[in-house]
């Protein structure tokens, strides 16, 4: 199965020692949420590592609006738990092709009826209404979206047209915000340890750095908290994160998801 990342739906205020997490059947037998729906059994023994939180409630907002998408709800389970129990305003609005598609539609009805928003409508219309939704927020609202690539670069775009700064805008991906179709291999000198790395089609180049020993420390592997930084010495990069600014592109990449050219030089 490899290593997969999926958000913690526990209250974090009722916390029994335990980690709840959702995961829907999609994609191919191989991939990470078949395996868990058609191999794992009660009783059986899953390796994992402690939480970590790349995409957390920023207590300074004066209001949150969360969006999210299909299975995007999960993160926003135990938000709007932490939320509550804090006394703190919010609203989630939450899109999907029907009632029977929204995972946990009837926890949140019951659980946050003044609060949560369902959109089952046609796209062109949803669309409509959850822009309007983001035109009328008040000064310091921030706003978090979950979902679908598409439906997130749609409303993260609207958000940045609409002139919310970028420190008031959050969002939690499950794969990569691009990736290369076509990746070609590369290779990457490391200049502490001198050793040269080559990086095939089919590795990123956290793994190729690992493999040869090389310890850069990781965590989300979705190019996103930016734990596997390193330093460009040169060499042109193809950037694959969300994680790093324009400045910091021009000397800095992610190993987990960013790609070379030809040859690069790296200090870890």
Do not use: W
Not at 125 to 148: A, F, N
Not at 175 to 184: D, L, N
Not at 238 to 264: A, P, Q, W
């Amino acid at each position: 199965m490899g290593l997969r990342q999926y958000s913690l739906i526990n209250d974090p205020f009722q916390e029994k020692s335990e980690f709840t997490i959702a995961v829907k059947n999609v994609g191919t037998k191989e991939g990470g949420s078949a395996f868990l729906h058609h191999h794992v059994h009660t009783g059986d023994v899953i390796e994992a590592s402690g939480p970590e939180n790349f995409f957390p409630v920023r207590t300074e907002a004066r209001h949150h609006l969360l969006l999210a998408a299909g299975i995007g709800i999960t993160p926003f389970l135990s938000m709007m738990a932490f939320l509550k129990g804090m006394n703190q305003p919010f609203e989630l609005h939450y899109s999907g092709s029907s009632e029977h598609e929204c995972a946990f539609y009837s926890t949140i009805k019951e659980n946050y009826p003044d609060e949560s928003t369902f959109y089952f409508m046609k796209r062109e219309q949803k669309e409509r209404e959850l822009k309007k939704v983001l035109e009328d927020q008040p000064v310091g609202t921030h706003i978090y979206i979950c979902g679908p690539s598409s439906f997130m670069d749609t409303y993260l775009s609207y958000c940045k047209n609409l002139g919310y700064p970028d420190e008031n805008l959050h969002s939690e991906r499950f794969r990569p915000a691009k990736i290369t179709q076509k990746p070609y291999p590369f290779s990457v000198t490391e200049k502490n340890t001198g050793k040269t790395v080559q990086v095939q089609s089919n590795q990123s180049l956290l793994e190729a750095l690992r493999e040869e020993g090389i310890p850069v420390p990781y965590a989300c592997r979705m190019g996103v908290c930016g734990t596997c930084e390193v330093n460009v010495c040169n060499g042109e990069v193809i950037h694959h994160d969300t994680f790093l600014t324009e400045d910091e592109r021009k000397e800095k990449m992610l190993t987990c998801v960013s790609r070379g050219k030809g040859h690069l030089s790296v200090r870890v």
